[in-house]
């Protein structure tokens, strides 16, 4: 998992250098890039949307994973365990939920995170990700300047994906393919078009809660594909 470690080096370093600047920088400067940030993120959302080849695998993933993830209440149990993580580590900083879960989803939602996790759990070698990494660190330092110390901790999700899209890849490569990774990404990035426009302040989607519509993704993808060639033959 090389590829995955050196993305989270990436990312404790960008994130420490933003921090830094932080605390130079006025407020008004930072409420500035956080605007841009969300700008960003809902742009991001919008053209891996666009990608989408198979638009029905998008929208029952999103409805499937709204229900599952609304009935788990998971936005409110991961707000209260980054809450409880703030305490226990005792930083003081109101945006620590937020700086985590946004950094998260910006950095694993992408098709590169999971064509990249794919082919180095595959044995085709880490440069994806590596190339990823060096975005990431990158973003990573905006991030942190207008989020703070969450962004260095979502490194721990971050390794966690991505590293069991490795460790899956490695022992379940085939069950991948190509046009299922695609609708993955647009999933996801109908969640960072709801995390744009919460940052931008325009409304309150409990992303979190549909965080599931990931994993149905890979199985309605799968189940289309599945008839679309049955479909064909």
């Known amino acids: 998992m090389t590829g995955t470690l050196v993305n989270v080096a990436a990312v404790l370093v960008g994130g420490s250098i933003g921090i830094i600047f932080r605390k130079k920088l006025p407020q008004k400067t ?57 305490h226990h580590i005792k930083i003081v900083d109101e945006k620590f939920s937020e700086g985590l879960v946004t950094s998260f989803l910006l950095f694993c939602m992408g098709a590169m995170t999971i064509l990249g996790s794919i082919d180095e759990g595959l044995g085709n070698g880490s440069e994806l990700l ?50 299922i990774v695609y609708e993955l990404s647009a999933t996801g990035g109908v969640l960072l078009c709801g995390l744009g426009l919460n940052i931008l302040n325009v409304t309150k989607i409990k992303v979190m809660d549909l965080l599931p519509a990931i994993a149905f993704a890979i199985l309605y993808g799968y189940l289309y594909k599945l008839y679309l060639v049955n479909l064909i033959t």
Do not use: H
């Open 30 to 86: 930072i409420e500035v890039v956080f605007q841009g940030i969300g700008l960003v993120t809902f742009c991001i959302g919008i053209s891996m949307f666009l990608k989408s080849q198979w638009l029905l695998v998008v929208v029952l993933s999103i409805l499937s994973g709204g229900i599952v993830g609304g009935l788990l209440r998971l936005n409110s149990r991961i707000q209260q365990s980054s809450t409880q993580l703030r």
């Open 130 to 179: 590596i190339t990823k990494s060096i975005l990431d660190g990158f973003a990573s330092i905006a991030l942190a300047a207008a989020l703070g110390a969450g962004v260095l901790f979502s490194v721990i999700p971050l390794f966690l994906f991505q590293g069991g899209i490795t460790l899956l890849a490695m022992y379940a490569g085939s069950f991948f393919d190509t046009s």
